[in-house]
């Protein structure tokens, strides 16, 4: 059975579509058979992969009722796209039975046919982040070390109890990921510090700030295709390493 991975945070701009999109491509790459799953209306993560225009998006299978259908990427990665069409599922499905699992039951017939499933939410309290949420294993929370940033985990930590409570008792918080890391910047440090005593999972691996991860969207690439050598590449592809090794996987793959 596949696990699957969502990278959440309830605040925009801290590298989530970043973190999901270069960790699946990370996992690719290592051998595993991996879908990328886009729920934000906005469609960061489609576009970053050149799905943007695709006349099959999630609201087709979650809105519609239709079967999974995944876009090839590149060897082991496949993805679902979305657009602001999909920002209709809070209404749409507002009167359905079992509403916040609609995700969940639409992913059951392929749960044996990959390794991973990575999804990428909104970062609002929504129906859809909801569904995320309530048919995850393990969720990542990628954030920057920065006041503000640490003050809105705790809503994010919340939800998560909230879930486990109500719907989804195997839900698990896997650690945080700091990104966008100015090694250089004193309150960067501090707080880092602060957040490894406090939340003993946070991750080792940290993504340093990187020109590189800015650019491989705009050339809807993933930062393994677009500039291998990177930092941005070697951090991601080290957050990979540590989060197999959590889940399990003994194998260091580099």
Known sequence: MSKTILFSNLKGGVGKTTSTVSTAACLARLGFKCLIIDLDPQGNAS?????????????????????IKALPISENLVAIPCNFFFARFETEAKDRLRREEILKSALEPIKGRCDFILIDCPPSLGLATVNAYACADLIVIPMEAQRFAVEGLNKVLELIQAIKSELNPLLDFGGILFTRHRKNVILNKDILNEMREKYPNTFDA?????????????????????????????????????????MGYEQEVV
């Open 47 to 67: 576009q970053t992969l050149g799905l943007s225009e695709s006349s099959f998006t999630i609201s087709d299978i979650l809105i519609n009722g239709d079967g």
């Open 206 to 246: 940290i993504i340093r700030e990187n020109v590189a991860l800015r650019e491989a969207p705009h050339e809807n690439k993933t930062i393994l295709d677009y500039d291998p050598e990177s930092n941005g590449s070697k951090d991601y592809m080290k957050f990979s390493n540590e989060l197999l090794n959590r």
